[in-house]
Nanobody, 124 residues
Framework: EVQLQASGGGLVQPGGSLRLSCAASGVTFDDYSIGWFRQAQGKEREGVSSISMSDGRTFVVDSVKGRFIISSDKSKNTVYLQMNSLKPEDTAVYYC?????????????????WGQGTQVTVSS
């Protein structure tokens, strides 16, 4: 059974940092891709970043480029999203999603399995 467990959200002041984790189980991690998505209240869910484990390709959307970094630890079957210089507009529920194969662009329809969301709130 495929399971994706997202964690690491919380309340942080503007300019602060958080690191989200997505732990995958029941998958062949070396041939897997993980995407991070977020949904702010009243808005549609959007792709933020993704990583393909097989070739290491990564992608981050322009709105977070230079602030968010995606990485993986294959020994732990875990993908991280390091979020720096957080802004109030980054406030959202963040979800991780997974799919077999190489998917380096965070397109919702390409991901088969979704973890539960973790709330990120950026506020003073």
């Amino acid at each position: 059974e495929v399971q994706l467990q997202a964690s690491g959200g919380g309340l942080v002041q503007p300019g602060g940092s958080l690191r989200l984790s997505c732990a995958a189980s029941g998958v062949t991690f070396d041939d897997y891709s993980i995407g991070w998505f977020r949904q702010a209240q009243g808005k549609e869910r959007e792709g933020v970043s993704s990583i393909s484990m097989s070739d290491g390709r990564t992608f981050v959307v322009d709105s977070v480029k230079g602030r968010f970094i995606i990485s993986s630890d294959k020994s732990k079957n875990t993908v991280y999203l390091q979020m720096n210089s957080l802004k109030p507009e980054d406030t959202a529920v963040y979800y991780c999603a997974g799919a077999d194969g190489s998917i380096w662009y965070p397109m919702e329809y390409a991901f088969d399995y979704w973890g539960q969301g973790t709330q990120v709130t950026v506020s003073s």
